[in-house]
């Protein structure tokens, strides 16, 4: 036992009170310090020396909707999206050894499945002069980060547009942005055919390619998917979650093999307000959209409707610059190109090409006798039944009035002397229905130039209109050959 004067006795005594002091001010700091992290709108971290992380914020948990102990050590990098994983990783780490404060951008998964956009701070934290691990703070924002990124997809599709880019090219541009701005979604653009009403595939690059053969084979109409309701009645369907949805449940075969579980589509619309066909994002679980979803949807269907009318308009223009406006075979231009491009490769490869000069027998007379509407439906269907004959490779154009030419690459004179002759055979045979009582006969007269490697497109030409004007004269309804091809 320990006698202590009544100085020492006073001095103890004031230390004492002087250690509770310093206690409490302690424990006031620290409940100060932990009531500041947990009210802050930051997401706030901390690790130790040995890097591995020991603490999280309340807001870090409720926004990951893990315990403490799910996220501790590195547990946390299982909710970063899998592409940002290693550029997290070795951000740190390089941070942690040149205990240098770090910044770093990536994806990570809230409660609800969605990956959001973070920004996280780190820095160093010293005791004296001991290192003793990372502080970090990171913050949400997706918003800006996402209104960024379809920004960028805006102003990328609307070049891809203006610089005459194929619309498959663009409309995957428009799929890939909204798929990064919303890295779980699964976007697929369609293009109604307004004749059949299928929805093609515009774009579906994460989509699996069974899924989407299967829904070319389908017809738009109300119930069958999202898609199809919303490409007939122009309105946005949502399917929260596809499994119990009435437009879903003949394809869940389907959806259930893709994991596909919930589906948003919006119909694509033209300026003219005609539906172009649908922009569906697609998630693999249950999922309803925020009001930003729907901003996103509305967003890409409109770029989608820009682009898909842009390109039907290009197709259009080349039509009209490339065809006849009546019969739909190719321009005399058009033609003529052809031409000269087959007799570059006759010459490069000495393979034989024909050209075949056409021109119908008496035509005045069935203006004549039947009207000019009358005689314009001959020339369609005269022009058709050459369609229906031609190879892929073959070119018929419509040269004038009722003069059509043919380009037969790979055929010689005989070979084209052959076809010419059956469809001489098969115009003469042909009643041509002008209306519903009325049908006459045609024939046609043929001539026929080989082209040969030395010659021009003006003297090929010639070469089979001599032949033709030989047909006229011997009496029509037949086929002759150039003078030097002759048989
Ligand atoms: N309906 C219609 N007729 C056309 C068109 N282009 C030319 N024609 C007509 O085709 C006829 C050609 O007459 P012609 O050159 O005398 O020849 P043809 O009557 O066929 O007599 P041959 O060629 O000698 O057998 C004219 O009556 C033109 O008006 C067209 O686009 N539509």
């Avoid at 307000?273 to 679980?285: D, K, M």
């Avoid at 009209?320 to 491009?341: H, S």
Wanted: proline fraction near 3%; aromatic fraction near 8%; charged fraction near 25%.
């Amino acid at each position: 036992m320990i006698t202590l004067n009544e100085q020492e006795y006073k001095s103890l005594k004031e230390q004492a009170e002087q250690l509770n002091t310093v206690t409490d001010e302690l424990t006031a700091a620290l409940s100060l310090l932990q009531d500041i992290s947990e009210s802050a709108s930051a997401m706030i971290w901390m690790s130790g020396s040995d890097q591995k992380y020991h603490y999280f914020n309340q807001p870090f948990l409720e926004f990951t909707g893990k315990q403490l102990s799910e996220l501790s050590g590195f547990g946390w990098i299982e909710t970063v999206y899998p592409e940002d994983i290693s550029r997290c990783i070795s951000t740190y780490r390089k941070a942690f050894t040149a205990r240098q404060r770090f910044e770093v951008i990536y994806r990570l998964k809230r409660h609800d499945g969605e990956y959001r956009w973070i920004i996280c701070h780190g820095a160093p934290r010293f005791r004296g002069e001991q290192f003793v691990g990372f502080i970090g703070h990171c913050l949400d924002f997706t918003e800006h980060k996402r209104n960024e990124i379809l920004e960028q997809t805006r102003s990328e599709a609307l070049s891809q547009v203006a610089t005459g880019m194929p619309l498959k090219f663009i409309l995957h541009t428009i799929v890939s942005g909204i798929e990064k701005a919303k890295p779980e979604a699964l976007c697929s653009i369609q293009l109604l055919e307004p004749k059949t009403l299928k929805l093609k595939n515009g774009a579906a690059p994460s989509l699996p390619d069974f899924y989407t053969q299967e829904v070319e084979k389908l017809t738009a109409e109300i119930g069958i998917g999202c898609c199809g309701t919303a490409a007939v009645t122009g309105e946005i369907v949502i399917a929260e979650d596809i499994n119990n949805h009435p437009d879903w449940q003949d394809f869940l075969h389907l959806t259930q093999k893709a994991g596909l579980h919930s589906c948003w589509s919006a119909p694509i619309f033209s300026s003219q307000g005609e539906i172009l066909g649908t922009f569906a994002i697609y998630h693999r679980e249950p999922h309803s959209p925020g009001k930003e979803d729907f901003t996103i949807i509305r967003h890409a269907a409109e770029l989608a409707g820009i682009a898909i009318e842009r390109a039907r308009d290009t197709e259009q223009l080349n039509r009209l610059a490339t065809t006849d406006y009546l019969t739909g075979l190719a321009n005399r231009r058009v033609f003529f190109q052809r031409l000269e491009a087959e007799i570059s490769r006759v010459q490069r490869s000495l393979n034989p090409a024909s050209l075949l000069m056409l021109d119908l027998d008496h035509f005045k007379d069935i203006n004549d006798r039947f009207g000019h509407a009358a005689g314009d439906t001959a020339l369609k269907t005269f022009s058709d039944i050459i369609r229906q004959r031609l190879r892929d490779t073959d070119v018929a154009a419509r040269v004038g009035g009722e003069e059509f030419a043919l380009l037969l690459p790979g055929a010689d004179a005989e070979a084209a002397h052959h076809f010419a002759e059956s469809l001489r055979n098969v115009i003469e045979l042909t009643e041509l229905h002008l209306g519903d009582t009325l049908s006459i006969q045609l024939t046609v007269s043929i001539g026929i130039a080989e082209i040969t490697p030395q010659s021009s497109a003006e003297q090929v030409m010639s070469r089979a209109d001599q032949a033709l004007y030989l047909a006229k004269n011997s009496g029509r309804n037949r086929v002759c050959r150039a003078a030097d091809d002759a048989a």
